[in-house]
């Protein structure tokens, strides 16, 4: 043989590396830099961070394992990968109903998901101008939108809301700019997109919070998230933090599987997922810690829910030192960030569609964004026009939430648990064992742990959670 010919797959990650930086980018959106501060604030900060890192430990990495092996033992699209371990291991294909569930899931979220980003283009855009404007003065240093009132500053968003045509444009472009990466498909589009943008992020992240901690109130941010106050931690802010683990990690939503089946076999499973639930919490963390000194320096309030970043920081940005330059960067770290995500909620149905409709990708990836863009419109419109609908009313925890909320809450709290819930019980009860073995290359006690995390408080924990989240009234 003439030298050892490295056969490639004709479309999959160039590397380990390549894989691991294109799930990072995943695991790390808007659900760290915009959602994690926003409900950690609201939920009261400490004894919330602290469940929610239990539930990233004993929860969230064991099935980030387990969905990354499904998709490389089974190497086709979610559905697909699990109808082949649950042939291969003598159980039934309806198996795959949970990948159905996470396939749903990340059409739903993509959904909402373009919508938020739309708003964060739009600040961008704003922030962007203003750094223009003030270097074209000679003072770049400046901050962010001077002369403008706070009333000013805080109705942009009141005036961003009412605007439907600019809402619609926003959403638009960046469910456009979705669809033009996962056009390209994976080695081309996904992977090339994660090697620009994470770096990027990470530099812009690191500087941010350096620059949060010289400027910001840090004594107040560390005393906010790490002082815990445990009669704050209800069943359903314990549902809200379980909830947010397991989308925060992309999981119950297809990503891991997808992405998992472009991975090779001689990539080592566990220490890949380790990385990526180490890199998606710290990321959540930092972004606190970006945030809160910002918050708490110009006296805001910490609990100001999903206005946190948008209404309230460019606030603070106006009142700062370099606050003009800092405010367009930030906007940029949060576009980059959802962006890298985005591609990848598309990327689970897309391959679906790919893999069992038999559509080219092209035309896959357009029909499901579109679908996507038009689902997006209800939950862009419950800000204005239909801000009356209440969907849900008949269930307690959703009696009061616009469309948007909804969606989101609906799969956050029930879809992701759900799934999750389910994978579980498949990976610990019903997929072959040896093969599930094979697939994760633990051996030993490290194999015995994990599968005991899988098998029994997995599925323990989450139900639980899943039950009283949803029916608080069932404790009382
Ligand atoms: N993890 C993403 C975030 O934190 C959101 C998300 C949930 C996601 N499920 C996904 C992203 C599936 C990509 C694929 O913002």
Known sequence: MAGATQIKAPDGWSSRSAFVLAAI????????????????GQNGGGAFVLFYFGCVLLIGLPLVLSEIMIGRAGRKDAVGSV?????????SPRWASFAWIQITAAFLI???????????IYYAGVMGADLVGAIADGTPFVGALQGESVEAVQGRMTDLFANVPLLLGMHLIFMGLTYAIVAQGVGDGIEKAALYLMPAFFVLLVGITLYGATVGNLDATFAFLFTPDFSRLTPVAMNEALGQALFSMSLGSAALMTYGAYVDKGTKLAPTAGMIAIADTAVALLA???IFPIVFAVGLDPAAGPTLVFQSLPVAFQQMPGGSL???????????AALTSSISLLEGPTSWAVNELGWSRPVGAAIIAGAAFLVGIACLLSFNYWSEVR??????????????????GFTGKVMLPLAAFLVAIFVGWRADRRLVQHETGLDGPLFALWRFLVAWLCPIAVGLILLFGLFPSLLV
């Not at 109808?83 to 159980?91: E, L, P, R, T, Y």
């Not at 993509?110 to 964060?120: D, E, H, K, T």
């Not at 800092?326 to 980059?336: N, P, Q, R, S, V």
Request: net charge negative.
């Open 288 to 290: 606190g810690l970006m």
């Open 25 to 40: 980018g995943a695991a790390v959106g808007l659900g760290n830099v915009w959602r994690f501060p926003t409900i950690a």
């Open 83 to 91: 109808q082949a371990i649950a042939k291969k291991s003598g159980v």
């Open 391 to 408: 969907l849900f009313s008949f269930w307690p925890i959703f009696e009061d939430a616009i469309i948007f909320d909804v969606v989101d």
């Open 326 to 336: 800092i405010g367009f960067l930030f906007f940029i770290l949060i576009f980059f």
């Open 110 to 120: 993509l959904s909402f998901y373009s919508v938020v980003a739309g708003w964060v």
